[in-house]
């Protein structure tokens, strides 16, 4: 398509307005991909404190699981809509789910953090990594 002169300084401003439109508003609760399964790896945490979602947690002794930054659509993540959700995880044909009570920072998109009783219930801690299957899924 051709464009008169005059017209394409009015379109890059459009065009870039709609970037940074599109960029700062981040993913939302839509682009959480539930029932969606995701080849990936998990690996188990341990610790007790206080969950991105705003609840005591102990990784040492619930069944929860931390996953990706990338999946938290809001600033506060107490409110974030992946708090309600869960993840059933599969691995060697053995399915668990356990609920999302916390967030992990330095997982990539299909790496997810399972406290030491989930990840106990389907392979040996020892282990360190496994590769799994797992999905968003209501609870």
Not at 16 to 37: M, N, S, Y
Not at 47 to 67: F, P
Not at 73 to 95: A, E, F, K, R
Request: glycine share 8%; hydrophobic share 40%; charged share 10%.
């Amino acid at each position: 398509m051709h464009l008169p002169t005059y017209a394409r300084p009015v379109l890059a401003v459009l065009a870039t307005a709609g970037t940074f439109t599109v960029l700062g508003i981040g993913p939302a609760a839509a682009d959480i991909p539930v029932g969606q399964p995701i080849d990936g790896t998990s690996t188990y945490y341990n610790d007790a404190g206080y969950g991105a979602c705003g609840n005591q947690i102990n990784a040492a002794t619930d069944w929860l699981v931390a996953v990706p930054a990338a999946y938290w659509t809001t600033p506060n993540p107490n409110n974030d809509p992946v708090c309600g959700l869960s993840v059933q995880v599969t691995y060697n044909g053995n399915t668990i789910t356990v609920p999302v009570q916390d967030k992990c920072p330095t997982c990539d998109p299909s790496h997810i953090d399972l406290s030491l009783p989930a990840f106990q219930s389907l392979a040996d801690p020892n282990l360190g990594v496994i590769d799994v299957t797992w999905e968003f899924v209501s609870p």
